[in-house]
């Protein structure tokens, strides 16, 4: 069965630095795409990035980036330059058919 | 602006009463889902709909009902059988599954 994990409940990161959040994932698909949301306090879900299993190049926007290592079935979020405002739930998401089955997520803390 | 819309933002209910919870988007996306979202977990799947007229149970279908009469719209309906209601409730839009737009999510107490 699909599954995501992750297993950080929280994180801290001093502002300005980089931090990674882990994401694993169980799947015997071999097309699927791997997301990552932001959900800050106010409880919106904030669509940050995707990554395609057949994607060659891993996916950068901004200063997100995901770390996709296919084999190890990993999906980290690199968030660069950490800012006040990244403060927030973070989750790890995949598609499965047509739904979307999300992890238990990670919350960041940045300390200024 | 497009977007989806979810209202109220604060419901609160009685215990054994039915509640329905509203959900419409103007992005003219054809699939619609309804998500629960319990204090420090992530999301759960209630219900989705891939277009009008058709829906299909979720992983915690048990206790809710759903309706999809126009595109625009799809409302969720906590019954009196679901056993803890208090929660979060998330509905999303997407025309394609690696896209999907959130509402800004109903905070549901059953007192």
């Known amino acids: 069965a699909q599954k995501i994990t992750q297993t950080q409940p929280g994180m801290f990161v001093q502002e300005k630095e980089a931090v990674t959040l882990d994401c694993t994932y169980d799947?015997?698909?071999?097309?699927?795409?791997l997301f990552w949301y932001k959900q800050p306090s106010s409880g919106e879900m904030i669509f940050l990035i995707y990554?395609?299993?057949?994607?060659?190049q891993n996916a950068t926007e901004g200063r997100y980036s995901l770390n996709f290592q296919k084999a190890r079935k990993s999906a980290n979020l690199v968030i660069s330059a950490s800012q006040l405002g990244d403060s927030a739930m973070y989750f790890c998401?995949?598609?499965?058919?047509?739904?979307?089955?999300f992890g238990p997520g990670t919350s960041l803390s940045v300390i200024p | 602006d497009g977007g989806i819309t979810q209202s109220p933002k604060y419901l609160f209910r009685k215990e054994g009463q039915n509640v329905t919870l509203s959900c419409e988007q103007n992005?003219?996306?054809?699939?619609m889902y309804w998500y629960r979202q319990d204090p420090g977990q992530g999301l759960r799947l209630i219900y989705y709909?891939?277009?009008?007229?058709?829906?299909q149970k979720g992983d915690i279908a048990e206790g809710y009902s759903v309706s999809r009469e126009k595109k625009e719209s799809f409302p969720l309906t906590v019954t009196s059988a679901q056993k803890n209601p208090t929660a979060f409730y998330l509905c999303?839009?997407?025309?394609?599954?690696?896209?999907?737009?959130f509402g800004p999510g109903t905070r549901l107490t059953v007192l």
């Open positions: 992005l003219n996306h054809d699939a």
């Open positions: 799947t015997s698909d071999q097309s699927y795409g």
């Open positions: 709909s891939q277009i009008v007229n058709d829906f």
């Open positions: 990554q395609g299993s057949y994607d060659e």
């Open positions: 998401a995949m598609d499965y058919y047509d739904k979307v089955i």
């Open positions: 999303a839009s997407s025309n394609r599954v690696d896209e999907q737009f």
